[in-house]
Structures are given as C-alpha cells and as structure tokens.
C-alpha cells in the first residue's frame, strides 16, 4: 500500500524547489523598503509574487484597503527591480517553454492527437452527456508520472453544478493501482454558490498554488458559466456580466502563468431556435460569447456517439491543427475506443 502512495504525487524536495524558482515570494519586497503590513495586504487579496504585481494594474492596487498611490508607486517600483521587463528573443522563449509539462488522459488516441493537457488554459464545450469522462479522469491522471520528468501533481476542483463525485475517483484510482485515500486527499474541492463566490476562490487558489510552491499542477472549474447564466439575465445586465467574466478569464490566464499549472474549463452549451432556417450547419454553440472564445489557449468541442463513446474535437488551438479523436467511457475513466 505505501508504494501505491508513493506512486501519487509526494512533496519531493528537489522537484519542489525547481517549481518554486519559477515564481518569486513577495517577501522578497521587503529588502527594497516594502514593510511587511503593506505585503500582507496584497497577499490577503491573492497576490503573493512579485510577477502579481507586475499582472495587476495601479488602479487595481489602489482600490486595496490600506494601500495609498504612494504606496502602490512604491511597489510597483520594487517589483520592477526584480523583474526583467524586457523582450526576450524568440530562442529564449523557446527555452523557457521548455517548462511546460503534459498530462495524461487515459487515452492514448486523445493524447496522441491532442497533447492539450499542458500548463495552459484549456476549454471544453459540449452537450451535457459528454462531458463526465473527462472531468472525472483528470483530477487522478495528473497526480501520476508522466513524460519528460513530470512528477504529478494536486488538483483544485471548483464546482459550480455539484456534480463532483468522489467515489468516481475511487474507480479510477484502482485502473491505476494507486491507493483511495492518497488520491482523494491531493483533491481539493470547493462549492461556489454565485459568480462572486467564484471569484473569491480564485484568492484562495491563488493563496494555495503560492502555499505549496510546485505540488499544485490542475485546476479545475466546473462549469465556468453555469452561475453567470443565473446572476446575470437579459440584455440589460448582458455588458456587465461578460465584463466580470473577462476579470475572470484574465484572473485564470494569470495564475495558469503564474504558478505553471494547467487550467481546465467545461463550458455550457446553448441551441440556436432560429438555426433552422438558415443555412447553419451546427444550431449548438457555446455560450460566453467571444470573450470566453478569445481567452482560452485551446478550444475542444465534446459530441456524443455510439454508446460509450464521446467525440472530441479541435475547435481553435494556436499550435495544433484543427482534429478529431474518439474515445471511450470506462467504469476506470476514459479510454481508447474499441471498434
């Protein structure tokens, strides 16, 4: 049973230490006149690396109680000591890539075809029977060994829609050979209850991926619309609701970059009524509008097909051409389809 452990991710000590390079503390302010009040401020509202700073607008800093535009010109200021600001060639930039790890689905096809569970932003859209699988499989694969040196990694799970299920983990976990207990505890779930709440949890996501430097490589948000379609109705709240979503989607873009770990997003669909009498092909369409589309790395479109089998397709991808990969529901997760 202790080697089944061992096998999940475990706080090793040199990895860790790699991870944590890749971000710096914000204590480190305090050697360029930062007082450490100022520092606990910033952190209380999830910025907890000096790269925070330099994410966050003067105006947003402002607007954090305690903190005046002196204040906030100061630390800007430090920050800008510590980071390089410049360009970089694209040789340079190449290397740091070098530090984007991938995860494994428990298809090989979908891995073979895709390769987008990687420390980027990645969305899933679909009907609602298709999305399960994937949800459920992933928050176990990426706390497994994998390729190029990945060790695994925590996950955070966000669910907007209450359909987290732990026991299918358990499944999932036995396909594996890794033990119940290990993989539930490197899980952290939280319920959001309103848009907001979804917000506020990011602070907290923030909080942790700083907390555990390098463990955290998976956050998962389940449904990312689900609760703006409930806050937010009818064309005169339309504008404000897809503004708070962008503060959302740069909020995850930022921490994906942040903290190097992969986000993974589902989305909800709607049905176009009046598709019919166009000639539009597909009537189904993700809801968010462009927004959602503009703010994710990779776009997969999930279908239902025969049975077991669930579709999945390349709907935008800035480095992969446009695709389809067909895999298998499984009690053990997902799988490569059987003819």
């Known amino acids: 049973?202790?080697?089944?452990?061992?096998?999940?991710?475990?706080?090793?000590?040199?990895?860790?230490?790699?991870?944590?390079?890749f971000f710096q503390d914000i204590d480190t302010l305090q050697k360029h006149g930062i007082n450490m009040a100022d520092l606990k401020k910033l952190k209380s509202v999830g910025i907890c690396t000096v790269k925070g700073i330099q994410m966050t607008t003067r105006r947003a800093l402002c607007n954090i109680k305690g903190l005046s535009e002196a204040k906030v010109d100061k630390i800007k200021e430090a920050a800008g000591k510590i980071l390089t600001n410049?360009?970089?060639?694209?040789?340079?930039?190449?290397a740091k890539r070098k530090q984007v790890f991938h995860v494994m689905t428990g298809s090989l096809e979908f891995e073979l075809r895709f390769s987008v569970f990687?420390?980027?932003?990645?969305?899933?859209?679909?009907?609602?029977?298709?999305?399960?699988?994937?949800?459920?499989?992933?928050?176990?694969?990426?706390?497994?060994?994998?390729e190029d040196g990945y060790t695994g990694g925590k996950v955070i799970f966000i669910d907007t829609e209450n359909t987290f299920r732990p026991d299918r983990l358990k499944d999932i976990a036995d396909r594996f050979n890794v033990d119940h207990d290990a993989v539930l505890d490197n899980v952290l779930y939280a319920r959001a209850y309103t848009s907001?709440?979804?917000?506020?949890?990011?602070?907290?996501?923030a909080a942790k991926f700083h907390e555990e430097g390098g463990v955290f490589k998976l956050l998962i948000i389940d449904s990312i619309m689900a609760l703006?379609?409930?806050?937010?109705?009818?064309?005169?709240?339309?504008?404000?609701?897809?503004?708070?979503?962008?503060?959302m989607l740069s909020r995850l873009q930022k921490i994906s970059e942040?903290?190097?770990?992969a986000v993974?997003?589902?989305?909800?669909?709607?049905?176009?009524?009046?598709?019919?009498?166009?000639?539009?092909?597909?009537?189904?369409?993700?809801?968010?509008?462009h927004i959602l589309a503009h703010a994710s790395t990779t776009r997969?479109?999930?279908?239902?097909?025969?049975?077991?089998l669930r579709i999945a397709k390349i709907f935008d991808s800035p480095d992969m051409p446009e695709n389809e990969a067909t895999f298998a529901i499984t009690p053990g997760g997902i799988a490569d389809a059987k003819e």
């Open 1 to 21: 049973m202790k080697a089944a452990e061992d096998q999940v991710v475990e706080d090793e000590v040199g990895y860790q230490d790699d991870e944590e390079s």
């Open 86 to 94: 410049g360009f970089l060639t694209a040789f340079e930039y190449s």
């Open 118 to 146: 990687r420390n980027v932003q990645i969305f899933f859209h679909g009907w609602f029977l298709s999305f399960s699988p994937c949800l459920c499989c992933s928050p176990v694969t990426a706390q497994l060994p994998g």
């Open 196 to 205: 907001e709440h979804q917000m506020e949890l990011l602070d907290f996501v």
């Open 228 to 247: 703006f379609r409930v806050d937010f109705s009818g064309r005169g709240e339309l504008a404000e609701r897809q503004q708070k979503l962008a503060q």
């Open 258 to 261: 942040e903290y190097n770990v």
């Open 264 to 289: 993974f997003v589902t989305n909800q669909m709607t049905a176009d009524p009046g598709a019919g009498m166009t000639f539009q092909a597909d009537p189904k369409k993700p809801i968010g509008g």
């Open 300 to 308: 997969i479109s999930l279908r239902k097909g025969r049975g077991e």
